[in-house]
Nanobody
């Protein structure tokens, strides 16, 4: 069983920055891909960014150039640096991890952290 613990969400003004963190823990698990999805009420959860253990990245079109995903493999932790934030970035952000080498991780999910961008 894998547990994902997210941190770093909150309220920020338009144009500001936030950094999300997610640490994976558990026993007998193997994680390769990690990433972030986000969801707003009434909409499907969509990929924000993902990264494999080897460093292959995948970004959603709406965040490319503004968000940067990174990870610390030794700590099983993934980070999402969000810059130039817009009100439309407001959502619940979910951390995700997967034992597969994939740019669309989907196996294990965190509880979510709220990001609110005020205009």
């Amino acid at each position: 069983q894998v547990q994902l613990v997210e941190s770093g969400g909150g309220l920020v003004q338009t144009g500001g920055s936030l950094r999300l963190s997610c640490a994976a823990s558990g026993s007998g698990f193997s994680i390769n891909a990690m990433g972030w999805y986000r969801q707003t009420p009434g909409k499907q959860r969509g990929l924000v960014a993902a990264i494999t253990r080897g460093g292959l990245t995948n970004y959603g079109a709406s965040v490319r150039g503004r968000f940067t995903i990174s990870r610390d493999n030794a700590k099983n932790t993934v980070y999402l640096q969000m810059s130039s934030l817009k009100p439309e970035d407001t959502a619940v952000y979910y951390c995700v991890a997967d034992p597969r080498v994939t740019i669309m991780p989907s196996e294990y999910w965190g509880q979510g952290t709220q990001v609110t961008v005020s205009s």
